[in-house]
């Protein structure tokens, strides 16, 4: 198969068959400039109001022509041509590749259309043009059944190869492409005539075939095209498109950097603006006094030349330093008394000691330099506040408690400590105590108090990033071991993530198949970090290193492959949206939490209530979670609220025993097994008759069953089948029963739980 545009971007969405993609691939792997090209697909797909005008004019500007173009029946004269605006520009470039990947992703995605929403296109279609639609369709299939049957006049047959089916164990669905025309135009002619009543039972789906996407050993993707693999599209192809782009750009920037720091230190050694001026004017002798100075001069009394001359000391530092006499007492020197007794003519100026104002002794010098700590009187820094992150939601959720009194707070309001805080999902904040910052990534929840001046964060499950000045200190309390960060360097900072990670597959309250672990990287700077129960000398972390703590082990150190997830810190629009709507209802003074927690849990908007869920498994309420997995309009929410739910239940029996309940009392004798379901299971429940039971469960007419099995399936074998919780299709799950009855239904391998250590 030729490497083209055409074909990369078939081998880019995944709709060739084996044989081709492994041809194609060592053909890309090969060339510079198709690898380069792949990757420059990636980037400009990737890029926000880059959509071409839908009126635009022109060979890379028609949505005509990049139709043909797709549809392979552009003239060849043509397709060269197109190919090379593509390769040009940026934006027509990503609507080809755009338009190609909705494509083939439509042929992988079974969507049901309701008798209602066909009824309203078919009423939408102008009348007076129907037959025109009509010629039109005949000729476009009396011009694929010629190039179908050729010369030889049999018919040949368009066979669909895309993953959901080419492994049909029967034999293939095919078309003859000359019933195909008259069926489709004769449909639509029934379809549109006036006064005819539209059918509202269910109708059959018919097979969409489109040769050219669903190609197999290059017969269906014409052989035209510019090669990718020759020589001349380094002559034709303009330089930036090499992406040496970026290498030009490295020289000027680096001089620019350079001239801006070379800058900033001259003026750093010029000093302040003031002495500029009088630099560049040539006063270098005379005595620069800013505004301040210029205010106590003002206020302080007139005296003759003479005495500002012979002043023995600036009257500030004297003010500031006491005098200590001969045997070491410190003594009280009035800064009015070196004025006033000022002999004017050169002289040494006596000492005036004030006696009647009391001295300090020895014990009271020893006192001050060992602080005591006021127990009675709550010192400002053992107070908590947050406020939003640059670049983030202005609105979060932060609830605050002491004891179990969980109270909402807003930017604006500080709360003592120790106590608990919970910050809800979709939220990125700054927790202030003190000097201490802790940037948390919600969903979090923990408690915060101090131990000798340093701040101490006792947790199972968070997502922070620790911030402040040099010697900044954290102690954390996770997992029965106490770990100590100290941050080393200027603009340092450590993010820290504890929570269960999975070894095996199986319940996730069984500590054999799940273990608390403790993370920490460094993402900027250097940090000094020990565990009271690691005999070994403090770990000595710098930018991209990170260590691992299991629970009872010691540390691991590790160089940071792949960045989590969580500190990333992106949250989709519609899920900022929805925090703001929980933020402003959770912060309402005349509601209690408990309503309002009702009230966003009724939300009309799922993400809504997907977060209000969340927000009540971190406070121990499971009741929502059940109504949440058997809600099919939350059916984007799911996986978020199960991963969730894995984290809480290990985390103490009562978490574990809540979530019982709550699936009791929702389904009676059936909760018990679906609380094992929720929990998981371990692999060996695919062999035999407990696996046939767990598929054939994913025919249930309950949702929360369909749900709960197949999250189980897909952890465990890494992959869906096309199937769909919400809405299952019988096509689905006949794969999932073939898969079970060819014995492929077996686990994928269970990644190592420092997931942060393995390559992308």
């Avoid at 001295?359 to 009675?376: F, G, M, Q, R, W």
């Avoid at 993530?497 to 799940?514: M, V």
């Avoid at 927690?597 to 009741?623: M, P």
């Amino acid at each position: 198969m030729r490497l083209t545009l055409r074909t990369l971007l078939a081998y880019r969405d995944n709709v060739l068959n084996p044989a081709d993609r492994e041809d194609l691939h060592q053909r890309i792997q090969q060339s510079e400039f198709a690898s380069n090209l792949l990757r420059r697909i990636e980037i400009v797909t990737r890029r926000t109001r880059s959509a071409p005008s839908p009126l635009g004019e022109g060979l890379g500007r028609d949505a005509n022509t990049i139709s043909e173009y797709i549809d392979d029946i552009l003239p060849s004269e043509s397709t060269p041509e197109l190919e090379r605006v593509c390769l040009e520009t940026d934006q027509q470039l990503a609507e080809l590749a755009d338009c190609h990947h909705l494509l083939a992703t439509a042929l992988n995605t079974q969507v049901h259309i309701s008798p209602a929403a066909r009824a309203r296109i078919v009423a939408g279609i102008d009348l007076e043009q129907r037959e025109q639609l009509a010629v039109e369709l005949r000729t476009r299939f009396r011009m694929l059944r010629k190039e179908l049957t050729g010369d030889s006049g049999v018919t040949a047959k368009i066979v669909r190869m895309d993953p959901g089916n080419s492994r049909l164990a029967g034999p293939q669905l095919a078309l003859r492409p000359d019933n195909l025309a008259d069926e489709f135009s004769g449909e639509v002619n029934d379809r549109i005539v006036p006064g005819r009543e539209v059918s509202t039972g269910q109708s059959s789906q018919t097979v969409d075939v489109l040769a050219p996407m669903l190609s197999s050993g290059g017969e269906s993707i014409k052989p035209q095209g510019m090669s990718l693999e020759g020589e001349h599209l380094a002559r034709e192809v303009p330089e930036y498109l090499k992406e040496h782009s970026r290498q030009l750009w490295v020289a000027p920037l680096a001089v620019l950097g350079l001239l801006i720091v070379l800058a900033g230190l001259t003026y750093i050694a010029l000093g302040p603006q003031e002495k500029i001026l009088a630099l560049f004017r040539g006063d270098e002798g005379a005595p620069i006094q800013s505004k301040a100075d210029e205010s106590e001069a003002d206020a302080t009394p007139a005296h003759n030349d003479s005495q500002d001359q012979n002043s023995p000391a600036d009257p500030e530092l004297v003010d500031q330093v006491p005098a200590i006499d001969n045997e070491g007492e410190p003594i009280n020197v009035r800064e009015t008394d070196l004025l006033d007794n000022d002999p004017g003519d050169g002289s040494e100026m006596p000492l005036v000691i004030d006696s009647d104002t009391p001295s300090i002794d020895k014990s009271d010098l020893n006192s001050a330099v060992e602080p005591t700590v006021d127990t009675e009187v709550k010192s400002p820094e053992l107070q908590l506040s947050w406020r939003p992150i640059d670049g983030f939601n202005a609105f979060a959720t932060v609830l605050v408690a002491q004891a179990d009194d969980w109270q909402y707070l807003s930017a604006n309001q500080t709360a003592l400590i120790p106590g608990r805080f919970l910050v809800g999902p979709g939220s990125v904040v700054e927790l202030s105590v003190g000097g201490t910052k802790l940037d948390c990534f919600g969903p979090c929840i923990g408690e915060i108090g101090i131990d000798n001046g340093s701040c101490v964060l006792k947790t199972d499950f968070v997502q922070a990033v620790l911030k402040g000045d040099v010697g900044t200190s954290l102690k954390i309390d996770v997992a029965g071991a106490r770990h100590t960060v100290e941050l080393r360097g200027k603009d340092s900072a450590v993010s820290f993530q504890q929570s269960r990670r999975r070894l095996r597959f199986g319940p996730a309250q069984d500590d054999t198949y799940w273990q608390p672990y403790t993370i920490m990287i460094a993402v900027g700077g250097q940090a000094l970090l020990s565990q009271e129960t690691d005999a070994s000398a403090p770990y000595r972390l710098a930018a991209g290193t990170g260590i691992a703590y299991p629970r009872g082990s010691v540390g691991q150190p590790f160089e940071v492959q792949t960045v989590p997830q969580w500190l990333r810190g992106s949250v989709r629009p519609i899920d900022r949206l929805a925090c703001q709507t929980v933020s402003e209802t959770l912060g309402e003074k005349d509601a209690s939490l408990e309503d309002s927690l009702t009230q966003l849990l009724s939300d009309v908007r799922a993400e809504v209530r997907a977060q209000a869920c969340q927000i009540c498994l971190l406070l121990g309420d499971w009741r929502p979670f059940v109504k949440l997995l058997d809600d099919p309009d939350a059916a984007a929410h799911w996986r978020a609220a199960i991963e969730l739910a894995w984290q809480m239940i290990g985390t103490t029996s009562s978490e574990a025993s809540g979530l019982k309940e709550a699936l009791r009392n929702a389904y009676g004798e059936d909760g018990e097994l679906l609380f094992s379901l929720a929990c998981g299971f371990p692999e060996d429940s695919l062999r035999g008759d407990e696996a046939s039971r767990l598929v054939t469960r994913l025919e249930s007419n309950r949702v929360l069953d369909r749900v709960l099995v197949f999250e189980q399936l897909r952890l465990i074998t890494g992959q869906d089948l096309g199937y769909l919780a919400a809405r299952p299709s019988k096509s689905a799950t006949q794969s999932w029963k073939r898969e079970l009855l060819s014995n492929r239904l077996t686990g994928q391998t269970v990644h190592q739980p420092i997931y942060e250590a393995d390559s992308p």
